[in-house]
């Protein structure tokens, strides 16, 4: 079993950058597929980008690719999504979750969550 536990999120203004950390528990953290969703009001949870164990393979959804970049350290156990240029768009509650096996962009693929860091981008 692993738990997940984010922190980083906060209030920037457009333009700038944040760095989100997902802690996680468990010898076996290294074995895991790693990624990030997110959730803005009214909407359902999106995939932003996927990790496999070793970090060798990154999976990026097309919105973000060149802007969020999706690292991980297995010696700290945890995860971690550089985002830069921020737009208001990108405004949503940010979760990490992890799997055995990457099965796809779904965020039914995955079997743990954290509970989710605030991430706010004003204009």
């Known amino acids: 079993q692993v738990q997940l536990v984010e922190s980083g999120g906060g209030l920037v203004q457009a333009g700038n950058s944040l760095r989100l950390s997902c802690a996680a528990s468990?010898?076996?953290?290294?074995?895991?597929?790693m990624g990030w969703f997110r959730q803005a009001p009214g909407k359902e949870r999106e995939f932003v980008a996927a990790?496999?164990?070793?970090?060798?393979?990154?999976i990026y959804a097309d919105s973000m690719k060149g802007r969020f970049t999706i690292s991980r350290d297995n010696a700290e156990n945890t995860v971690y999504l550089q985002m830069n240029s921020l737009k208001p768009e990108d405004t949503a509650v940010y979760y990490c979750?992890?799997?055995?096996?990457?099965?796809?962009?779904?965020?039914?693929?995955?079997?743990?969550w954290g509970q989710g860091t605030q991430v706010t981008v004003s204009s």
């Open positions: 979750a992890a799997n055995r096996y990457y099965t796809g962009t779904s965020a039914g693929n995955y079997a743990y």
């Open positions: 468990g010898r076996t953290f290294s074995t895991y597929v």
């Open positions: 990790i496999t164990w070793s970090g060798g393979s990154t």
